[in-house]
């Protein structure tokens, strides 16, 4: 069984800060590396849509939505199986409940999904 835990939403002003942290375990374990990582987000009502990723390997290339290219960070740490978003300059458009993603070939998991709201 492989669980993807979120964790580090929360509210916050605008204009600050807020770190997701994403925990893998189980079956996923032994090939953590193997995995592309990725952050989504969803409003109610609307489609879930890419927040970020990182890819496998050495390189970790990483990609962004244009809404949240400058503004946020996604990183991996594969010996603690987690992957990190760092979320600066939060705005309004930002609150969304945010989860997690692991993906390698036909293999996909999903976080239960973590709160973040944004006051203005």
């Known amino acids: 069984q492989v669980q993807l835990v979120e964790s580090g939403g929360g509210m916050v002003q605008m204009g600050g800060s807020l770190r997701l942290t994403c925990v893998a375990s189980g079956g996923i374990s032994g090939l953590y590396s193997a995995y592309t990582m990725s952050w989504y987000r969803q409003v109610l009502g609307k489609e879930r849509e890419l927040v970020a990723s990182i890819s496998s390997g050495a390189g970790s290339l990483t990609n962004y939505a244009d809404s949240t290219k400058g503004r946020f960070t996604i990183s991996r740490a594969n010996a603690l199986n987690s992957v990190y978003l760092q979320m600066n300059r939060l705005e309004a458009d930002d609150t969304a409940v945010y989860y997690c993603?692991?993906?390698?070939?036909?293999?996909?998991?999903w976080g239960q999904g973590t709160q973040v709201t944004v006051s203005s």
């Open positions: 993603h692991a993906e390698l070939r036909a293999r996909t998991y």
